[in-house]
T-cell receptor, first 111, second 114 residues
Framework: QKEVEQNSGPLSVPEGAIASLNCTYSDRGSQSFFWYRQYSGKSPELIMSIYSNGDKEDGRFTAQLNKASQYVSLLIRDSQPSDSATYLCAVKSGSARQLTFGSGTQLTVLP | SAVISQKPSRDICQRGTSLTIQCQVDSQVTMMFWYRQQPGQSLTLIATANQGSEATYESGFVIDKFPISRPNLTFSTLTVSNMSPEDSSIYLC???????????FGPGTRLTVL
């Protein structure tokens, strides 16, 4: 059973702070990793994908991957109230096309 | 990416009836997927729908309950059959445009079964 684990939160950070979201996965054959953001009542939207160990930066967002530790994280710098949402970690294993999602972390950025 | 639409956006149905949800994408894609998101929960894959072949269902989901059609590379339907209140969920289609391995989601269909 392939599992993806996230801290369910809720996680609250003040505006301007760094929000750190974490995700672990069980399948060592996992190859592709994704972070989605889901606002209440909306569908998930892709924030970032990462495939190699290390950091990947896109604007205020940085994804970090450590395959040896089976760990992927998302950092949001200069957090804004508009970042308040549920963040979903998703993993794709090997040649499979299916995504396995974590349970999501609810983030609230306080003004 | 891809522009995806779903119909209906929401519906309220009676127990024992069936609802067909449509998913339309603005470009041809090989891979389409159907997910369910129950209240307060994450996404669970129902099935993978490839054009020209039978849908592949995940454990816990069966064709009799969730029949899927995929008549061409831009369209798919999911039917929720013989509904019960436990089927109340958001149903989402997603696509994986070639040659990426990234999935994009439609706006979802919010289903309430009374």
């Amino acid at each position: 059973q392939k599992e993806v684990e996230q801290n369910s939160g809720p996680l609250s950070v003040p505006e301007g702070a760094i929000a750190s979201l974490n995700c672990t996965y069980s399948d060592r054959g996992s190859q592709s990793f994704f972070w989605y953001r889901q606002y209440s009542g909306k569908s998930p939207e892709l924030i970032m994908s990462i495939y190699s160990n290390g950091d990947k930066e896109d604007g205020r967002f940085t994804a970090q991957l450590n395959k040896a530790s089976q760990y992927v994280s998302l950092l949001i710098r200069d957090s804004q109230p508009s970042d308040s949402a549920t963040y979903l970690c998703a993993v794709k294993s090997g040649s499979a096309r299916q995504l396995t999602f974590g349970s999501g972390t609810q983030l609230t950025v306080l003004p | 990416s891809a522009v995806i639409s779903q119909k209906p956006s929401r519906d309220i149905c009676q127990r024992g009836t069936s609802l067909t949800i449509q998913c339309q994408v603005d470009s041809q894609v090989t891979m389409m997927f159907w997910y369910r998101q129950q209240p307060g929960q994450s996404l669970t894959l129902i099935a993978t729908a490839n054009q020209g072949s039978e849908a592949t269902y995940e454990s816990g989901f069966v064709i009799d309950k969730f029949p899927i059609s995929r008549p061409n590379l831009t369209f798919s339907t999911l039917t929720v059959s013989n509904m019960s209140p436990e089927d109340s969920s958001i149903y989402l289609c997603s696509v994986e445009p070639d040659p990426t391995d990234t999935q994009y989601f439609g706006p979802g269909t919010r289903l309430t079964v009374l």
